[in-house]
């Protein structure tokens, strides 16, 4: 049975984790071994069951700096902890050497991280029979700040790489919309449509969540601004409205939301499993717009308000957010404008506007990702 590795490091959110663990999923039911190597910190309400993985000694970014790496207690890495995530690294990929070395964002982005990046690609390359390696990435990418940046992706690339996996469909967001693609690169790329589990068969009356609007910002500790505010905008609203808590600190979040609403209609609880299945009941939607979220609204046809993450000169998602207001009419507030009533007005919007269905949209893409890669390993033979 052919190993596909895939070496992963959330650093906020786990929107790359969870994208990476439904490829794995994927890959064993087209008959593959997948290997999951996490870098990131553990993150409780995944389910991680049946997978082959692999938990490096974990790191996170402090907040939006993402080029300062804290580890579980909060405190920066030293050379030493970064060299022992090298070592087990190392360990894991020649303990089960891979036919498919996948490194999921790197080398678009991830550069904190390059030397284990560069490590994994090392010891591939010196095995007996060097795997394929490929770059994972999502539809929209962080702009590289210079020219120089961009150059040595492409060299990276065409060095080491055979091949870059675009989880997305060209027809509604190419690369070229935050990265400069050039004809040296755009050989290597596959298109495979959006990434995400299927959508679970609910009736959309009755149950928790109907009629509410569902807000979330991820599965990392940002966002507790857009919770405050949304509490503000439902005493200005008729709806219930229910916050979906991400983090390590929910619970204590969730309480001291609950205590600020203080009579407002309004819900504050954990991220819950069955959050995708609300969507298919609940009234609208408010929410960041990383790339999961964005894909769960399409699918759910759910109409929505996005609040892009914006913090240091991030601009992944508002590029997003901006392309599918323009295509599915989802409102959209930048971080700098989010009131209670402009939230309050987006959202009734949303409501008038009702539910959609997002016609023609590939989101089997880790399906086609698993086809791609059994082509290329039948090819090689």
């Not at 969730?254 to 600020?260: E, G, I, P, S, V």
Request: hydrophobic share 45%; with cysteine.
């Amino acid at each position: 049975m052919k190993r596909v590795s895939i070496l992963v490091t959330h650093l906020l959110g786990t929107g790359h984790l969870s994208r990476s663990l439904i490829l794995a999923r994927a890959l064993h039911d087209a008959g593959l071994a997948p290997q999951l190597i996490s870098g990131g910190m553990p993150a409780g309400h995944l389910d991680l069951s049946g997978v082959d993985f692999v938990q490096l000694p974990p790191v996170r970014s402090d907040g939006a700096s993402f080029t300062k790496l804290l580890d579980i207690s909060g405190n920066p890495v030293a050379p030493e902890f970064m060299q022992e995530r090298i070592r087990v690294l190392k360990a894991a990929l020649c303990a089960s050497p891979p036919d498919v070395l996948i490194t999921e964002l790197f080398p678009f982005g991830r550069r904190v991280l390059r030397e284990e990046f560069e490590a994994a690609i090392a010891v591939a390359e010196a095995m007996p029979r060097a795997p394929l390696v490929f770059s994972s990435i999502r539809d929209i990418l962080a702009p590289p700040s210079n020219a120089k940046k961009a150059q040595q992706t492409e060299t990276w690339l065409a060095e080491h790489y055979d091949g870059v996996l675009v989880h997305s469909d060209a027809g509604v967001v190419s690369l070229e919309v935050s990265w400069p693609v050039t004809p040296r690169i755009a050989r290597l790329f596959h298109y495979t449509g959006f990434i995400a589990p299927p959508m679970p068969v609910e009736d959309s009356a009755g149950g928790e969540g109907a009629g509410e609007i569902i807000v979330t910002a991820g599965g990392g500790p940002v966002g507790r601004k857009l919770f405050e505010t949304s509490i503000e905008a439902a005493r200005l609203g008729n709806n219930r409205w229910r916050l979906l808590v991400g983090g390590s600190d929910a619970e204590a979040v969730c309480a001291r939301l609950n205590d600020l609403a203080n009579g407002a209609p309004v819900f504050a609880e954990p991220l819950r499993a069955d959050y995708r299945a609300m969507l298919m009941r609940c009234a609208a939607a408010v929410g960041q717009c990383g790339y999961n979220t964005a894909i769960d609204w399409l699918q759910a046809g759910v109409p929505g308000v996005f609040v892009p993450f914006a913090e240091a000169g991030e601009v992944e998602q508002t590029l997003r957010a901006a392309s599918l207001r323009k295509r599915f009419g989802f409102g959209q507030i930048a971080e700098e404008d989010l009131t209670a009533e402009n939230l309050a007005a987006a959202t009734a919007a949303a409501i008038q506007r009702g539910r959609f269905t997002a016609n023609g949209l590939k989101f089997d893409g880790a399906a086609r990702t698993s086809r791609i890669l059994v082509d290329l390993l039948s090819a090689r033979g």
